[in-house]
Every structure is written in structure tokens, then in C-alpha cells.
């Protein structure tokens, strides 16, 4: 399945006796019914650390931000579709 978010793919995350959807790329974390308040009784949620690349620091998401503007401005992309690119790039050049 992919992710409603980001298209990332959802890979199952067991969490003791639950299985949860997290994305591989935003770690977004979607549950089934009654899903969300059997993990809740739980006391750690360590499978559910971050997944995917590191969120860019300030430095990176001013980069992102210029080269997308650009994208918008030079090569008449729409604003999300130039945000959709930046994320398919990121994710690829994450997988290296």
C-alpha cells in the first residue's frame, strides 16, 4: 500500500502483539480500527522510531526551498508538482 501523505510504501511495524502501517519514507504511522488504543496500553513504542532519510536541517530545506522556486519560476511546474519531484529526488538520492 502506499502512503495517503507522501506515496512512500507502507511496510508493517509489529509493535508486541499489534501490526501497524508505517511509511518507509515519512514514517507516518496509520492504524486499522481498534488498532491506535491496543497500542496505547502499551508502555514503549520503540518500533515506531523515525523510519526513512533524516528531516534536512535549515541549511538543506533553504536549498530545497530555492531549487523548487526555481522549478516553479524556470520550468513552469506547479508548486506541488515541483514538491512532488523534490520528494522523488530526495528519496532517491536517501536509497544510495
Not at 5 to 13: A, F, H, M, S
Not at 14 to 19: E, F, I, K, S, T
Not at 47 to 56: E, F, I, M, T
Request: charged content about 30%; aromatic content about 6%.
Amino acid at each position: 500500500m502506499k502512503c495517503v501523505k507522501c506515496d512512500g510504501r507502507l511496510v508493517t511495524v509489529r509493535v508486541d502483539d499489534v501490526d501497524v502501517d508505517q511509511c518507509d519514507r515519512c514514517g507516518g504511522v496509520w492504524f486499522d480500527a481498534h488498532e491506535l488504543e491496543r497500542v496505547l496500553g502499551r508502555g514503549h513504542l520503540t518500533p515506531l522510531a523515525r523510519r526513512g532519510a533524516p528531516r534536512p536541517d535549515d541549511d538543506a530545506r533553504q536549498k530545497i526551498s530555492v531549487v523548487q522556486q526555481r522549478l516553479v519560476t524556470e520550468y513552469g511546474y506547479d508548486e506541488h508538482s515541483a514538491k512532488e519531484a523534490l520528494s522523488y529526488v530526495t528519496t532517491l538520492l536517501a536509497q544510495e
